[in-house]
């Protein structure tokens, strides 16, 4: 759903565009996934579709990967056109401008990045909540390859203070920042630890596969990727070969598999900014990523120092 004046009308880029209405400064919402107004097509269905239909859905939604679901505006925002170079970027379940627009000028995303948007509907059918012998745990609703999105976690930006006000609770937070922290909504919340992850979280909170993932495995990442803190600590259950037995800052792990981490780009921004200044080095750049999670499933036994 659109957020600022904008309508449909004769386009520099491309015939008929997204053409902002009023005077929009850098920062400003300009679209929002709204459930129930925007509409959400599961590939699957489009089969059901008559030839005309289809080519309406895949002309004016745009396909969002991780999900495998056409995400079809209901109002002008369908019009939006395509830029390499555009003027609005995806910022959680919203895209945001990113220079100030002005009245007349065409707004444009690139469609490339709005397979990052974090819409409500995005978990649905990707991963789901389920027994596991720590008790619950996270699992892959579908097929994954390698390198594919699983999900995105999502909740409320919190600071380190309101963090520990919690408890166990806290638990459930993953740090994306020196002194902040996420804290975790389902399903993603049900996700555990292990020392051999088949997950790794990039750009702070979307969710990669590391290998191949099959329908109903259950998906883990290494929560020191996400975590430095200097007073968390866990008894790690995680019964792989690779155990580290007591998991800990990222700082805490040894140097070659910082390194290791740092080369998939799977360790939050901030502590890739720390290692960088404590001289670890990253053997090669994938991704500067970020996105942390501490412990986010009280199965395990947690305790900060
Ligand atoms: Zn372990």
Redesign the pocket.
């Known amino acids: 759903m659109l957020l600022v004046n904008a309508k449909a009308g004769p386009s520099s880029v491309h015939r008929t565009g997204l053409i902002a209405q009023e005077f929009i400064p850098k920062g400003t919402k300009v679209w929002r996934f709204m459930p129930g107004f925007d509409v959400l097509i599961p590939e699957t269905e489009l089969k059901g579709l008559s030839a005309e239909s289809r080519t309406q859905v895949i002309y004016y939604a745009y396909f969002h990967l991780a999900t495998r679901t056409f995400v079809l505006s209901s109002d002008d925002d369908r019009f939006t056109n395509h830029s390499n170079n555009p003027n609005t970027r995806p910022a959680g379940d919203c895209t945001v401008a990113v220079r100030d627009i002005h009245p007349g000028e065409d707004i444009t995303n690139d469609y490339g990045e709005l397979a990052s948007l974090n819409f409500s509907q995005s978990n649905n059918h990707s991963v789901y909540m389920g027994g596991c012998d720590l008790g619950s745990g996270l699992f892959a609703g579908r097929d994954f390859r390698q390198g594919e999105m699983l999900f995105r976690f999502g909740g409320a930006i919190i600071c380190n203070a309101e963090s520990i006000a919690q408890g166990d609770g806290a638990n459930n937070h993953l740090q994306i920042g020196p002194t902040t922290y996420l804290a975790v909504e389902p399903p993603g919340v049900f996700t555990n ?4 992850p088949n997950v790794g979280i990039r750009y702070d909170v979307q969710v990669y596969a590391l290998r191949d993932i099959r329908l109903g495995e259950e998906v883990r990442f290494d929560y020191s990727t996400t975590t430095s803190e200097r007073r968390w600590t866990m008894h ?5 070969p ?4 007591i ?1 800990g800052d990222f700082h805490d792990l040894p140097e070659k598999l910082q390194q290791h981490y740092l080369a998939l780009g799977i360790v939050q921004a901030f502590i890739v900014q720390e290692a960088e200044l404590a001289g670890v080095s990253r053997p090669s750049v994938l991704s500067t990523s970020s996105g942390v999670t501490r412990s986010m499933n009280n199965n395990e036994t947690a305790a900060r120092k």
């Open positions: 630890h292990s020392c051999d790690c259950r995680c019964g792989s690779s155990c580290r037995g998991i």
